[in-house]
Nanobody, 120 residues
Framework: QAQLVESGGGLVQPGGSLRLSCVGS????????MSWYRRAPGKEREFVAS????????NYADSMKGRFTISRDNAKNSVYLQMNSLKPEDTAVYYC?????????????WGQGTQVTVSS
């Protein structure tokens, strides 16, 4: 069965950096668009970044542009999120998502999340 496992979260001071990793298994990773989402307590899930199957197209939420970088290594079934200049408002659980297709033909898998806390 499909699995996504995130790692790399933790406690960091404002202005600091973290690199999140997500490793997929049980599906053909190289044909999926990979994304990061986050959810803070009491808030809706928020899109962070996405990267196309071969890495040729990336997208970021406006608040992440210039600070976060998404990348992938299909040989390792992995996607990464480099997070720089972190702010307290970045505190959230970060989730990895794999998606292919659209509508009723699509497939959509989620990891269990990794906690990021930005605090002094």
């Amino acid at each position: 069965q499909a699995q996504l496992v995130e790692s790399g979260g933790g406690l960091v001071q404002p202005g600091g950096s973290l690199r999140l990793s997500c490793v997929g298994s049980g599906f053909t990773f190289s044909i999926y668009t990979m994304s990061w989402y986050r959810r803070a307590p009491g808030k809706e899930r928020e899109f962070v970044a996405s990267i196309s199957s071969r890495g040729s197209t990336v997208n970021y939420a406006d608040s992440m542009k210039g600070r976060f970088t998404i990348s992938r290594d299909n040989a390792k079934n992995s996607v990464y999120l480099q997070m720089n200049s972190l702010k307290p408002e970045d505190t959230a659980v970060y989730y990895c998502n794999a998606k292919v297709g659209v509508g009723s033909t699509g497939r959509d898998y989620w990891g269990q999340g990794t906690q990021v806390t930005v605090s002094s």
